[in-house]
């Protein structure tokens, strides 16, 4: 279990990096230092390993939430991002609000994954959570207890000038 002062430390880490926002000038002004801009979206790609109860938190914290990856370019883009690196990353779908019926979290949407590791998901143990694989950016579901790196997603801020809060 992370210690609270760990959560908070990585809370105060994430927090400190939406409090400036980058302008690129060009209609939208990019993403928050530490995000990374994908068509209308922002994405923060985690350094560090949470529970999924806490990476929900985490995001909203930072008015986000988990990555809901729901049209093919989304997908193929965290997919492509998360296969550089050698972790495993939390998205924001689950089937703990009923078993076998995969949902985006916050939209309590159905979620049509066409990325499944081959023989997922398994429900091996538990597992209501989904996580992108390091190397083949697959699906796979785990336990939501585990800790894992997780990836927010926001919307992109239009048309404002550079923001310094504080």
Do not use: H
């Amino acid at each position: 279990m992370v210690g609270m002062r760990t959560l908070f430390g990585a809370f105060v880490c994430i927090f400190n990096t939406f409090l400036t926002a980058s302008v690129s000038g060009q209609g939208y002004t990019g993403c928050p230092t530490g995000w990374q801009a994908f068509r209308e979206k922002c994405y923060f790609f985690s350094d560090f390993a949470v529970t999924y109860a806490d990476a929900a938190s985490l995001c909203r914290a930072s008015n986000a939430k988990l990555a809901e990856p729901s049209e093919m370019e989304g997908d193929s883009y965290l997919r492509n991002q998360t296969m550089q690196k050698n972790v495993r990353f939390y998205i924001g779908v689950a089937d703990y609000f009923v078993e076998g019926k995969w949902m985006f979290i916050s939209s309590l949407k159905q979620a049509t994954p066409t990325y499944w590791e081959s023989g997922e998901p398994n429900n091996d143990g538990d597992e209501d959570c989904v996580e992108i694989l390091p190397g083949s950016g697959q699906w796979a579901d785990c336990s939501c207890t585990l800790q894992r790196n997780f990836i927010c997603e926001k919307n992109v801020v239009e048309n404002v000038n550079s923001i310094v809060i504080g």
